[in-house]
Structures are given as structure tokens and as C-alpha cells.
């Protein structure tokens, strides 16, 4: 058990990103419900999508910086527990102040779960097994995407669209509750140091925590850090487009039942994500024994081939093209998503990587949130007469700005990994 234990850790905190994803992409497939039943117009149908984008990635540097002096446990599990019954209480809405007031409460608990489940993950998991780790937890994105999606569009068609939201709340904090007893907090650091019999006393022996200062300054002068803050903004301004606005596209554009633009607007793509991540995560590990920005290519590839498939997805008006297309974007949207932190801790220290992954949060899904908004005022104001045509427009849109996130990963993969990336770990 000792010896398997780390994979343990991967499946548990699996389950509570499940219902992390889950909790907050419900709301994006009852849109059309909340549209019908209150009157509300695209801008506002927006501004509830992007509530919980914003105080998730304003809080994220704190939760993050928290996260590098205090136990992850506690901030993973109570934090769950928060969200879930924030989730709960989204049943209980029936005005636009309080479905943005939930949603931003929402993002404000989930905040905490990636910077400290993904350095405490890394502290379970050295270079060798790193990006497979959590790309495999990455598939629980997916999955929880796609779970959170169809089983709430089936619930608001046939009963009504509040059981959801109560569902998938309650079942959260029972999770929370349960995981009290099986989780157990890593020491600091420890998969990155060498295990040896003189090595054994230094393993077991915390890192000594930087200051804010400190662990900003680690950050902030590694080139190709900021290199991958800047593709993550760019990756997660098209990924929010897509969790907020795809199942109402395919109602509106492709006369999609309900249920079935719910089930559609993630399935294919969060399906074919879960299956590639993994082979992105194992890739990435043989890529990263031969060049410094091995993680990084092989995002690069992902965003680079992905952009033309949400072009596609965008601006046809064919099913079978549309469904094909959203299949091959998910594939390689997957091998971008099964190295995001894995290819930042290669060039920051255990010591502030909490503090990078809130970071990347409060940039990339700060910035990323603009994207549901976007859409939204493009859709009520843009050039065309439907505004049908204006969101295949604006969604189509996403590929230039995977482009550029690309671009901006093969210059830290070449130009700037080979000097930045760790080859030593600090003594404690």
C-alpha cells in the first residue's frame, strides 16, 4: 500500500475534481432553461457564465500562495465542502443577482484545488512519473465536464433544472467528509530529492517556505514561466468559450434537444480529451528525458493542430463535420491540457509551486473569463443579421488566439527551457 500509494492519492483527488468540473459546468446546459424561464439576453446569460471565472482566478494567487505554507489537505477538503454546498444553494435562485452571487461563491471555493492538489501530487510524483500523474487526474476535467453536463440537461428537461444543482451538491460534501480519513499530506519536496540511505534524513525534513517576494521572484524571472502563463491565458480564453456557450450553440445553430446539446457539447470533446491526455502525459515523460522543453512541444503541438478544428467547429453548418471536428479539437486540446503544471514545475522549485499554479489560475482564468463575455456582446452586436451567425463567428474566432498560444510555447520549449529548467533541488 505505502509503496502504491501515490497513485492512490492521483485516484482520490480524481474524485473531487470530478465533482469540481461537475459543479461548475451544470450551469452552462440549463443556459437555455434560464433563457426561457427569466428573460435573460445573451450579455447576462454571459456575465453568469464568466461570475465564476473571475473570483476563481482572483483568489487563486492567495489560495496558492496558502497553499505553499499550509496543509493541502485541509485546503482541498474544506474547500470542496464550501463549493459543494455553494452548488447546492444554486437551486434556490431565481434572480440574476443570485445566480452571479453563487457562481462567483463557487469559484471562490473551488480555487483552492489546483494549486494545492497539483503540488501535492508533485511531491508524490518526481520527473519520472509526473506528467503521467496528472494527466491522468487531468481526465477527471473531462469526465466531471461531461457527468456535470448531460446529468443536469437531463434532469432540467424531464423534472426540472434545480435537482441538479442539489445533487451534485450534496454528493460533493459527503466525498469531502469521506476523503478526511484516507488523505494524507506529503512532505514538501520530497519526490524531487534523491532517496538515498545519506539522503533519508533530508527527505523527511520540510523545505524551509520562501517569503511572497521570494516565491514571486522564482516565478517571475524563469522566461519561459511567463512564456507558459501567457498560453495558458490563451488556451483557457477558448476552453471557457466552449464550457459556457456550446450546448446553446448547438440548440441555436443545430436544432439540438436539450439533453442531447448538453450530452454533445461536451462528450465529444471532453471524451476524446480523456483519451489523449493520458498519451500526452506519457509522451511528455519520454520527451522531457531528451530535451529540456520536451512538456512544452508537445503542448505546443496540441494548441498548434487544435487550432484549425475550432475554426472548423465554429463556421460549419454540417453535423457529421461539426461532430468530427469537436472530436479531433478535444484530441488535441488533451495533450496541451496533460502537461499545463507539469511543465511549469520543471522550472519552478517545490517551494513555490502552489504559489505558480494559483498564479497561472489568476491569469489564465482571469483573462480566460473574458471569452463567455465576448462571445456574448458578439453575438447581440456583431455584423450579422442572426445571431446565430455572429456566435459561429466569434467561436470560430478561438483559433487565432490557439495560435498565438502555441507560439508562445515553442519559444519557451526552445529558446528558454534549456537554462531554465531544474537540474538541482535546494536543500532544506
Known sequence: MKRNYKWVVVGMLWLICFFNYADRQAISSVLPKLEKEFKFDPVQLGFIGSAFTWLYAGGALFAGYLADRYSRKQLILGGCLFWSIVTATTGWCGQLWQFITVRALEGLGETFYFPASMSLMSDYHGKGTRSRALSLHQTSVYFGSIGGSWFAAWLAERYNWRLGFYFFGVAGALLAL???????????????????????????????????????????????????????????????????????????????????????????????????????????????????????????????????????????????????????????????????????????????????????????????ALGPVAVGFATKYGRHATEVENMSEAIAFGAFVYVAGAVLLLLAAYKFAPRDVLNTIPSV
Open 178 to 368: 469521506l476523503l478526511y480519513r484516507f488523505l494524507r499530506e506529503p512532505i514538501r519536496g520530497a519526490a524531487d530529492r534523491t532517496i538515498t540511505i545519506e539522503a533519508k534524513e533530508a527527505v523527511s525534513t520540510e523545505l524551509t517556505p520562501l517569503n511572497l517576494r521570494e516565491t514571486i521572484a522564482e516565478i517571475l524571472r524563469k522566461p519561459s514561466a511567463l512564456l507558459l502563463l501567457g498560453a495558458f491565458l490563451c488556451a483557457n480564453f477558448v476552453a471557457t468559450i466552449f464550457l459556457t456557450w456550446t450546448p446553446k450553440f448547438l440548440v441555436d445553430k443545430f436544432d439540438f434537444k436539450l439533453t442531447l446539446a448538453g450530452l454533445s457539447g461536451s462528450v465529444f470533446i471532453n471524451l476524446a480529451s480523456a483519451c489523449s491526455g493520458p498519451l500526452g502525459g506519457l509522451l511528455a515523460d519520454r520527451w522531457a528525458k531528451y530535451f529540456p522543453g520536451g512538456r512544452m512541444a508537445v503542448q505546443a503541438l496540441g494548441l498548434l493542430a487544435g487550432a484549425v478544428f475550432v475554426g472548423i467547429v465554429g463556421l460549419t453548418k454540417n453535423v457529421p463535420t461539426l461532430i468530427g471536428s469537436m472530436v479531433v479539437f478535444g484530441l488535441c486540446k488533451g495533450l496541451y491540457d496533460s502537461n499545463i503544471f507539469a511543465s511549469m514545475y520543471d522550472v519552478i522549485e517545490p517551494r513555490a509551486r502552489a504559489t505558480a499554479a494559483g498564479l497561472m489560475n489568476t491569469i489564465g482564468w482571469g483573462g480566460g
